[in-house]
């Protein structure tokens, strides 16, 4: 098991900026592929960004591309998401995940590991 907990959700106007958190724990944490979701009332979960365990390579939806950063600092077993130039539309329930494998994927049923959620309200 690898638990994850997310913080630095909130309510923020649209422009507005927030930075999520994703603390894990365990002694393989560092390396871990590590990818946030999100997930609105009434849709599916979908896919935000992911980076590889060393943070040399990231990948971004397209809906966020340009306005989120993922990082992680592995010291101290944490990944961030960096979200500027929020929308309405950005607001949903983030969570943080967690793969076993190196190579960097966008599906949710290839994470092994999750978090509890951390909800973000983007007002209008």
């Known amino acids: 098991q690898v638990p994850l907990v997310e913080s630095g959700g909130g309510l923020v106007q649209a422009g507005g900026s927030l930075r999520l958190s994703c603390a894990a724990s365990?002694?393989?944490?560092?390396?871990?592929?590590m990818g946030w979701f999100r997930q609105a009332p009434g849709k599916e979960r979908e896919f935000v960004a992911v980076?590889?365990?060393?943070?040399?390579?990231?990948y971004y939806a397209d809906s966020v591309k340009g306005r989120f950063t993922v990082s992680r600092d592995n010291a101290k077993n944490k990944v961030n998401l960096q979200m500027n130039s929020l929308k309405p539309e950005d607001t949903a329930v983030y969570y943080c995940?967690?793969?076993?494998?190196?190579?960097?994927?966008?599906?949710?049923?290839?994470?092994?590991?999750w978090g509890q959620g951390t909800q973000v309200t983007v007002s209008s």
């Open positions: 995940a967690a793969r076993a494998r190196l190579d960097i994927v966008t599906t949710t049923r290839d994470y092994e590991y």
């Open positions: 365990g002694r393989t944490a560092r390396s871990l592929t």
């Open positions: 980076i590889s365990w060393s943070g040399a390579s990231t």
